[in-house]
């Protein structure tokens, strides 16, 4: 059976203490390979890695560090279709999806930072025949990057990209339940000539090797992407050791209809904003709220929509809905299913699992499911449900949605559809989220500052604003 090595010191070593645990595949609910049970002991050793490494790679100009970023880079895109196939076997989404997003926005995300790194400058404050201030921006040091399992290898890449470029040496750990194309990267890493060092990827839980690595002393920052539960953990232990965090979390986002949009375009997106990767996407919008006028007519052509969703095998072109992450996750889901119904929902569409035939057979397979006549305050409209269930809720004016959009504790993304050009503006204006898309969803550009308000995050990652965050700036004062 495949059995995962970390990635420590520029080779592939066993976990010290040699335990595995098992990796299962989800469309199957079989084990397709081990990984290593890491402990504070292999972070300690990737830490020492890193630490060794910075010296020389601080001090690597940028556009030898870009470059082999950009390798890096075009290593992904070579082997797109096995990254893809691994995975889509890893987490259980279409391999359509990880083929033309996840894939192909890991690649780009170390194109974009090897790239970046060129471009990055610091300020110079002049005063007139006084002095000169100028601002130098140091690598933090080595730094942790933790990340979860809805989108592995991008998620994963959007963090190390940017540290590595801005002149950091990582102690990586993904997701235990997706840790397939973490893997896959280390050896394209050592393929690409990257030093030893510079970057360890260290597999495991996390009480067991993400605690070591929040917990150590000699890393910097902490970027961490995953659940605010996990978050508050994070932030209560790294903040007395005074590391720097970028923490991105959880969401519940808005969308929000007006009934002056391109209606045939907001139903296409709002089916792929709800149940995209079955709805396991932080920034995937789980209320949908519409004007009245259209709202009857929204609804039955989204309920079209949804019909046509083929549940299946992940590995099957024509599937457009995979299996969620794991059993634990479904019954979640399931018990949010069973919520909606307490709490007085109508089910229009799904509210069941599926049993794929075949090799499939064990899978953890859920309808794509939505419910109406909830009330904008019921708990399945507040909390993240992370998975593929929408709720549909007609609104009467602007103040009244804004008043439902923002009242729950998370910011992290909205959408607005509308053809009314000051309205989208002040709409947008007045949304307590770190991201808005105006008639469009998960639309990208990595120049973009990432991330949510409230409950949904602190700090924000992409452009310059990661590679802020991988720095720490010096202030220097010549007098005139
Ligand atoms: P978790 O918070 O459970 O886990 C995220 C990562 O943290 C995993 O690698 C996990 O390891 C690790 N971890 C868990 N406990 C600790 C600890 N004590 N110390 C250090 N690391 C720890 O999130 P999920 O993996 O379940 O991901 C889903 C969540 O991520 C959702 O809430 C979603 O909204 C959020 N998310 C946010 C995004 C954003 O950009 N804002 C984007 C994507 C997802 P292990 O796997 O072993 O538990």
Redesign the pocket.
């Known amino acids: 059976m495949l059995q995962l090595q970390n990635y420590i010191q520029g080779q592939l070593v066993p976990p010290t203490a040699g335990r595995y645990l098992p990796n299962i595949e989800p469309a199957t609910g079989q084990v397709f390979s081990q990984i290593p049970e890491s402990d504070a002991q292999d972070v300690a050793l990737a830490v020492q890695a890193a630490e060794a490494a910075l010296p020389a790679w601080r001090q690597l100009p940028a556009e030898e560090r870009g470059q082999l970023l950009v390798r890096i880079s075009e290593l992904i895109t070579r082997d797109l279709e096995p990254l893809a196939q691994a995975e889509s076997q890893d987490n259980g989404k279409p391999v359509s999806l990880a083929r033309t997003v996840d894939i192909p926005r890991a690649a780009s995300n170390f194109a974009f930072f090897g790239t970046a790194a060129q471009h990055f400058a610091s300020e110079t404050h002049f005063q007139e025949g006084v002095a000169l201030n100028y601002t130098v921006r140091h690598p933090l040091g080595v730094v942790?990057c933790?990340?979860?399992?809805?989108?592995p290898l991008y998620?994963f890449t959007?963090k190390i990209a940017p540290a590595l470029a801005a002149g950091c040496c990582v102690v990586a750990?993904?997701?235990?339940?997706?840790p397939y194309t973490a893997f896959l990267l280390s050896k394209l890493c050592i393929e690409a000539g990257l030093p030893a060092g510079v970057l360890n990827i260290v597999h495991?839980?996390?009480?067991?090797?993400?605690?070591?690595?929040?917990?150590h002393p000699t890393i910097k920052a902490?970027s961490?992407?995953?659940?605010?539960?996990?978050?508050e953990?994070?932030a209560r232990?790294a903040a007395p050791l005074f590391k720097k965090l970028s923490?991105?979390?959880?969401?519940k986002n808005p969308n929000i209809i007006f009934a002056d949009c391109d209606l045939a375009e907001a139903v296409r997106t709002s089916l792929r904003s709800s149940f995209a990767n079955q709805g396991?996407?932080?920034?995937c919008g789980s209320r949908i709220f519409v004007e009245r006028p259209i709202y009857e007519q929204f609804k039955q052509e989204f309920l079209a929509g949804v019909a046509s969703l083929t549940v299946g095998d992940p590995q099957e072109e024509a599937s457009r809905q995979g299996a969620l992450?794991s059993e634990a996750?479904l019954q979640k889901v399931l018990s949010y299913i069973e919520l909606a119904h307490q709490e007085g929902g109508r089910l229009l569409a799904g509210g069941q699992r599926v049993q794929v035939p075949g090799r499939c057979a064990g899978g953890y397979f859920l309808q794509p499911t939505v419910f109406e006549g909830l009330a904008p305050d019921c708990r399945v409209n507040l909390e993240?449900i992370?998975g593929p269930v929408v709720t549909l809720t007609p609104f009467d004016s602007e103040e009244e949605v804004l008043t439902w959009a923002n009242g729950t504790e998370y910011g992290?993304a909205a959408t607005i559809w509308t053809r009314d050009l000051n309205r989208a503006h002040r709409v947008a204006h007045a949304l307590h989220s770190g991201i808005v898309w105006i008639n469009t969803w998960l639309h990208r550009d990595l120049r973009t500052p990432?991330?949510?308000m409230k409950n949904?995050?602190v700090g924000r990652?992409g452009g310059l604003e990661a590679l802020r965050f991988f720095t720490e700036p010096q202030s220097i004062t010549v007098k005139l």
């Open positions: 942790g933790i990340s979860p399992w809805n989108l998620l959007w750990k993904p997701s235990e339940i997706t495991g839980t996390g009480p067991a090797a993400g605690q070591a690595i929040i917990e902490i961490f992407t995953g659940g605010t539960k996990t978050g953990h994070i232990t923490l991105e979390l959880g969401g396991q996407i932080c920034l992450v996750h993240e992370f992290l990432f991330g949510g949904s995050g990652e």
